[in-house]
C-alpha cells in the first residue's frame, strides 16, 4: 500500500545527509562505552551491603507479614551482589533495614504487651484479698 507522495509544503528528508545540514552523528561520537546500565559493570564496592536478618528474624514475632517481606529482601541482597548488580544489592539492603525497623518496633509492643499482662496478674495475686474464717 502506498500513500502517494508528500503534501506540498513537506520538504522531505534533509539533502546530504551527516554533516551537511539534517542530524549528524551524536556529540560524544561511536566509541566504547563510557558507562553503561547503572548498577551493572564498573568496580563494585569494596564489601556487600548488610542484610539485616537478624532485625526481620526477630520481627517475624512483632509484625509477621512486614518481617517476612524483610526476610525476602536480606536474602536477595547476596544473590544481586554476587551476579553484580551493585544497585540492586543497596536498594534490597536499604528496603530490608527499613523493614527491619518497622518489624523491630511491632517486637517491642509485642514485648511490652506481654510484659505488662505479667505484671498486671503479679499486682493482681498480690493484692486478692485474703479471707480468714
Known amino acids: 500500500m502506498s500513500y502517494g507522495p508528500p503534501p506540498p509544503g513537506n520538504p522531505g528528508p534533509p539533502p546530504g545527509g551527516y554533516g551537511t545540514g539534517g542530524y549528524g552523528p551524536p556529540a560524544g561520537g561511536y566509541g566504547p562505552p563510557t558507562g553503561g546500565q547503572p ?16 532485625m526481620n528474624i526477630l520481627g517475624i514475632f512483632g509484625c509477621t507479614i512486614i518481617g517476612i517481606i524483610g526476610i ?62
Do not use: H, R
Open 72 to 133: 525476602i529482601f536480606a536474602l536477595q541482597v547476596n544473590s544481586k551482589w554476587a551476579v553484580g548488580d551493585y544497585a540492586g544489592a543497596e536498594s534490597a539492603s536499604n528496603t530490608s533495614k527499613i523493614l527491619g525497623i518497622i518489624s523491630l518496633i511491632g517486637f517491642g509492643l509485642a514485648l511490652a504487651y506481654i510484659l505488662f499482662v505479667v505484671v498486671m496478674m503479679i499486682v493482681a495475686v498480690g493484692t486478692a484479698p485474703s479471707y480468714t474464717y
Open 39 to 54: 548498577g551493572f559493570g564498573g568496580q563494585p564496592p569494596a564489601e556487600p551491603p548488610k542484610t539485616y536478618l537478624w
